[in-house]
């Protein structure tokens, strides 16, 4: 009965290491937010009644994947009346496009309007890392001309 008691009457206190980029350290269940891969450490320290103190220490790696490099080619510019147009130039390959005027891998002038136009290339690793890169299109508009008679000319 003696011995349970003493654990009853224990005290327990924890301790994170190393102490940057973790919410606490004396938290037994914090966030951390390493930015390269990290092994953190979990001291614990008991202390029954009879002043008799245990440790015990543990770890966790926990790894940071790097981003993904995406990169994206400069558009052409394009006339309003111009056909819709297949995107190209991200890379890795295999990631999306998205933007005004944009429907799957494909650019459309009249939906987007004229102006200058953001389209952002995506791309997401098999580790669920996800990065982009953005470039601008350009709509332009049609060219307007006037025929104007010239007094030269001859009327029959």
Do not use: E
């Amino acid at each position: 009965m003696k011995i349970l008691n003493n654990l009853l009457n224990s005290t327990d206190s924890l301790y994170w290491s190393p102490n940057t980029n973790i919410s606490s350290t004396t938290n037994n269940n914090p966030t951390v937010f390493p930015t390269i891969t990290t092994k953190y450490y979990l001291h614990v320290l008991q202390t029954d009644s009879l002043g008799v103190i245990c440790n015990a220490l543990d770890s966790i790696i926990i790894t940071v994947n790097p981003l993904p490099n995406v990169t994206l080619n400069n558009f052409s510019s394009l006339c309003i009346d111009a056909g819709s147009v297949a995107l190209s130039g991200g890379s890795p390959t295999v990631g999306t496009y998205s933007g005004n005027g944009v429907s799957g891998n494909s650019f459309t002038p009249s939906t987007a309007g004229v102006g200058t136009h953001s389209i952002t290339y995506s791309f997401s690793d098999a580790n669920g890392c996800s990065s982009s890169a953005t470039k601008n299109i350009v709509v332009n508009p049609l060219p307007v001309g006037y025929m104007v008679p010239s007094p030269y000319s001859v009327i029959d």
